[in-house]
């Protein structure tokens, strides 16, 4: 999505923000208003001194309810806007196909997420802002300088101009400095996301010293970028601070032998010192907002930036086969396939068994739409898996994986998901992946609240309950990887009949138990570092 | 962390005397303008122009002045940040290794980038602001000293009372900047768990569910914010209100008392810049202070997230003799009842101990008691004769290797993981690797996302080298099998079964020829431990009852 996009769907919300932020160019020149009535009571004739007192408190506290109205009208747009934005970078990386996901750190999916937004919501807005309010001062301000005195009108545009060019001289340094912040950042998170996970290892093996040290560097680091980024920031700001006050000062010196030569009135002088400065000061202060706001769209254009990902669209169908055909693939330059052919039909039940790193679970990530780069063909009747449309695939396919991630959430809701509840069928999974018993002794029986990833349980808990989950599912297909690791042999083994006895197509990878599942398999797989047998 | 509250401190000195510098240097050309416009009034064009040079002059010297401040406040600024980061991460890092849990991880993770951001936003950055605004401040009340003492009078008096008045209106803001914290902690949690869980939610097609509920994660934070945002508004335009109509009445008065006596031009000119000067600073000054106040919560916020009670432990172990359970019952503390029963058991140096038991029996429960992550529900263990609870934390830690399946692969490269960045000597590294059966892994690989590059087998086995290359008494396996093929299980028991070290090893995958090798074997079952001699008795109830 476009930013332009973003405020189109929000016409009537941004109608308001701009609206909020126009208010706001009043108030200074209202207030600036109000000095120079006070002043011009000086040379002011008796009868008008009254009438000025109103007008000065007037002009003086009219900002403030407008103030008051402008921020209303701006803040309500501001939350949708960050609420939209958030989505969207949410989105976007659950948009992601498994295969690009595991690629990335996940710290930077998580900054993406967090602060990188933060730093889109402090620049953002507040640019937005600073420089409606700046330029329609200067607008209104300019105005009044030309008719009170032409020269000091055009030199103030001037002056401006010798600003924009040292903005526009800062501007792509700025942004760079920008965008290396942001990747400081993500190594930040990633050293400490490092540091807090491994929390406890570096305690039990009292490293504490040694982690420090790498973590103080990349402290060190980001605060470095970060200095140099401020540095930046700062001399631009300091150059256009001291071209202004000497343009304030030159202005001061003319206005004063205008005034001695009667040409302007004690409260045009007043207004001419008090414009100048505003002006000036604001034109800076709009300027300066004007990088900050390109460089907040730099980063809302790579939160929102749109991946795309080639998607199969072709229907699901295995009817008759599924054929693997030539299949290999390599991670960089080690090959973990080679060559490697089977063929199942539908209601199958077979085995893939090799040594540790013979590829068991690449293979099962390649038919599962896992995994895309691999060489050969894998055809679910007549359809290649990767022209598969991806839902239409989930849809039928289960995965047992070897991470058994578990929600913050109940028992219950950790099996049944997003399905509906359906209570026979529930106890039968529990039966199926030998939970029930030990579910019966909890207290609130399936109403168990896991902690976040099942911090509560015990490792063949974890299993049996993301087994547990695969049946509730109920799909076709089922790929299951190694799933008796944290198993005792009997629970191992009640697991194995489960999957045997299911009237689907399963695909099981198991290092252990390996006579007993020779013998109960009627196909098996066995894969070698060399290539796949048919045993 | 409240000591590290104003950041670095000389380096605070440092900028505020350089700011005094340049202050007091704009003060002087202000009072010069003063001397401008009389002369001009006086047409006394010579001094007009000496006046008119030394003013230029002075603007030269500012320039440079603001273009050295500007590295010496980006200093500050890196120094307190750097400086408060690593305290935070020292206490983290500090704590009793009983105390450390894991799900404080994202709020430590949350503190350390979110909430810096802010304090650095809101309240470093305002501070150097808030000392700049008050010289500011400062130099004019100086200036208007000059024309009338009175008028200092006035300006003090203002400050007072606009100070008192915002420290009265922050209190709301500040509740509901802690109220932001506690959101945008879950919302993090919430994305966490999402990247955590990334292939569960793509394989069950979850998508639509986990976005719904982001929505109102994001929805939280934003309306947590918008809140903040409200008060901070009210709280403004209050301040501003009182501010506006003081201050324009005693202009309007002086202005009146300036009209019945005689004042010159020059010293108008002063009181109007130095009361804009005074003016600008005090309506800064409590949007300021109220955002520093608010943000200011967040440090005890720190502080609260990082106390733990302090336990005294003073017995110092050197070495390891006997471990003792005493008819203890074992559980976790939130949850009634204990999943262990009087249990029984005594382990001593040099001995070779199996604990077997089947899922869920209650293995990781006494483990957990041995790594005094849990204390037990009843009675003490004991270290050679001590109760471990009065037991030095490093002392009895030290004695501990652990080997365990959750562990933790950190990111960098395959050594990194197993010298954990102390130094090592390279063939205590290759025999740890050699007996693993890791050999063919290169040292310089790099791992991220808690080796999820590695396989299963893969990664436990590196765990298990990790734990080999340090020195320690006992070596502590908690279902190291798991993941590994029988021929590499095998040989590493093998391997531990040699080491001239204490074992103790609790698994549920066991190994019929290696049982008699082991000098003690405890079965967890029902809730209670027995020692067992019988090995086929063992093996068979291991095995399967089918």
């Known amino acids: 999505m476009t930013i332009t996009q973003l405020l189109g769907q929000n016409r009537k919300q941004f109608f308001r923000y701009i609206t909020g932020a126009l208010l706001t160019t009043v108030n200074g020149l209202s207030q600036t208003f109000a000095l120079s009535i006070a002043f011009g009571i000086i040379e002011a004739p008796e009868s008008s001194i009254v009438p000025r007192i109103v007008g000065m408190f007037f002009f003086a506290v009219l900002p403030i309810p407008l103030q008051y109205l402008s921020r209303f009208l701006r803040i309500g747009f501001m939350r949708d806007v960050l609420i939209q934005v958030r989505s969207l970078a949410y989105q976007k990386i659950m948009h992601r196909p498994i295969e690009v996901f595991k690629k990335q750190s996940k710290e930077s999916a998580m900054a993406m997420v967090v602060s990188d937004i933060n730093l889109f919501e402090k620049d953002f807005f507040l640019a937005i802002l600073n420089i409606v309010f700046s330029f329609g001062s200067f607008l209104i301000g300019e105005v009044i300088l030309f008719i009170i005195s032409p020269t000091i009108g055009f030199g103030t545009l001037i002056a401006s101009s010798l600003l924009y060019i040292v903005v526009r001289f800062f501007e792509k340094p700025t942004r760079e400095i920008k965008r290396l912040t942001q990747e400081a950042n993500v190594d930040y998170t990633k050293q400490l996301t490092n540091v807090l996970q491994g929390l406890e290892v570096i305690k039990l093996y009292r490293v504490e010293m040694n982690f420090k040290k790498p973590f103080y560097q990349i402290v060190q680091h980001l605060e470095n970028i970060k200095q140099k980024a401020f540095r930046l920031d700062e001399y631009q700001g300091n150059l256009n601070v001291w071209i202004a006050s000497s343009y304030q000062t030159l202005v001061y010196i003319y206005a004063t032998y205008l005034f001695i030569q009667d040409e302007l009135s004690l409260t045009a002088l007043i207004l001419v010192f008090n414009l100048i400065g505003q002006l000036i000061w604001g034109m800076i202060n709009g300027f300066n907002f004007i990088n900050r706001f390109k460089a907040s769209m730099d980063i809302f254009e790579r939160i929102t930036k749109v991946e795309d990902y080639p998607y199969g669209l072709s229907a699901f169908n295995f009817k008759k086969v599924l054929k693997v055909k030539d299949l290999s693939f390599a991670y960089e ?29 690449t293979l099962l990530n390649c038919l599962s739409q896992s995994l895309s780069s691999f060489t050969g063909e894998v055809f679910y009747d007549h359809t290649e898996v990767r022209a598969i449309d991806p839902n239409a695939f989930l849809s039928n396919c289960g995965y047992i994986r070897q991470n058994h991630f578990l929600f913050n959430d109940t028992i219950k809701q950790n099996i049944i998901l997003n399905q509906k509840y359906d209570a026979e069928k529930f106890a039968l999974c529990l039966k199926q992946a030998a939970l029930s018993e030990w579910i019966e002794s909890l207290e609130l029986k399936a109403e168990h609240k896991l902690e976040q990833d099942g911090a509560n349980i015990s490792g063949g808990q974890r299993q049996r309950i993301s087994i547990a989950r695969a049946l509730y599912h109920d799909k076709e297909l089922l790929f299951v990887d190694e799933p008796s690791a944290s198993l005792d042999d009997q629970t191992a083994l009640t697991i194995y009949e489960t999957l045997l006895a299911l009237d689907k197509t399963v695909i099981l990878v198991a290092h252990r138990h390996l006579d007993y599942l020779n013998q109960r398999f009627a196909i098996k797989l066995e894969l070698t570092k060399a290539g796949a047998h048919h045993a | ?239 501003n209100l009182v501010q506006t109509l003081v201050m324009f009445t005693l202009i309007g008065g002086g202005i009146l008392v300036a ?198 087998g893969q990664r436990a086995r590196l765990m298990l080298a990790r734990a080999l290359c340090l020195d320690s008494s006992i070596i502590l396996c908690d279902e190291i099998f798991a993941n590994l093929e029988y021929s590499i299980a095998k040989s590493i028991e093998n391997d531990l079964l040699r080491v001239e070290k204490t074992l103790i090893n609790v698994s549920h995958i066991i190994f019929k020829e290696s049982l008699g090798r082991y000098d003690r074997i405890f079965i967890v079952e029902e809730g209670f431990v027995q020692e067992s001699h019988d090995l086929s008795n063992i093996w068979s109830r291991m095995l399967d009852e089918n």
Do not use: C
Not at chain 2, 93 to 109: A, F, H, P, S, W
Not at chain 2, 300 to 305: A, S
Not at chain 2, 435 to 452: A, H, P, W
């Open chain 2, 259 to 456: 009209r019945s006596t005689s004042l010159s031009l020059g010293s108008l000119i002063v009181i109007v810049s130095s009361f804009g000067n005074a003016m600008w600073p005090l309506s800064e000054f409590s949007p300021l202070l109220s955002q520093m106040k608010g943000i200011s919560q967040v440090l005890i916020d720190f502080d609260k997230n990082l106390t733990r009670p302090v336990y005294y432990r003073p017995i110092r172990v050197q070495s390891f003799n006997e471990l003792m359970f005493d008819q203890n019952d074992l559980g976790y503390p939130d949850e009634e009842g204990s999943i262990l029963k009087d249990v029984d058991l005594s382990i001593k140096a040099g001995e070779k101990v199996l604990i077997v038991g089947r899922s869920g029996s209650g293995k990781s429960t006494l483990l957990k008691t041995i790594r005094q992550s849990l204390v037990p529900k009843k009675g003490l263990i004991y270290l050679n004769q001590k109760d471990i609870q009065s037991i030095d934390p490093h002392d009895y830690h030290r004695l501990f290797s652990t080997v365990d399946q959750i562990g933790f692969i950190f990111n960098g490269t395959v050594k990194d993981n197993l010298d954990l960045y102390q130094a090592m000597d390279p063939t205590i590294l290759e025999n740890a690797m050699h007996k693993v059966g890791l050999e063919s892994l290169d040292l310089s690989q790099e791992l991220i996302n808690n080796g999820s590059n590695l396989s299963g």
């Open chain 2, 1 to 239: 962390m409240h000591k590290h509250a104003y950041g670095s401190k000389p380096w605070l000195v440092i900028i505020t005397v350089y700011m005094i510098l340049i202050t007091a240097l704009n003060g002087y050309s202000i009072y010069l303008l003063r001397f401008i416009t009389d002369y001009g009034l006086a047409r006394e064009m010579d001094k007009l122009v000496d006046v008119a040079i030394q003013m230029l002059i002075i603007l030269a010297i500012l320039l440079v002045l603001e273009l050295i401040g500007t590295p010496l406040r980006s200093l500050y600024l890196s120094k307190s940040m750097v400086q408060m980061k690593q305290a935070y991460i020292d206490r983290v890092l500090d704590q009793d290794i009983t105390q450390v849990q894991k799900e404080q991880v994202n709020r430590y993770l949350s503190n350390l980038t979110n909430d810096f951001d802010r304090y650095e936003l809101k309240f470093i950055k305002n501070l150097m602001q808030l000392i700049f605004v008050g010289l500011r401040f400062g130099m004019s009340v100086v200036l208007l000293a000059m024309v009338h003492w009175g008028l200092v009078v006035v300006a003090m008096v203002l400050l007072v009372v606009f100070v008192k008045l915002t420290s009265r209106t922050s209190k709301p803001v500040q509740k509901t900047e802690a109220k932001k914290s506690a959101s945008l902690e879950a919302y993090t949690d919430f994305v966490d768990e999402s990247l955590q869980g990334f292939e569960i939610i793509k394989q069950h097609q979850l998508e639509t569910e986990r976005y719904e509920a982001f929505h109102a994660h994001a929805e939280a934070v934003q309306n947590d914010n918008y809140k903040v945002d409200v008060k901070t508004t009210q709280v403004d335009a209050l301040n």
């Open chain 1, 333 to 361: 330059d080690k090959v973990v396939l080679e060559h490697v052919n089977f063929e199942i039909q539908p209601k199958d039940k077979i085995l893939i068994t090799g040594p540790s790193g013979a590829g068991k679970t």
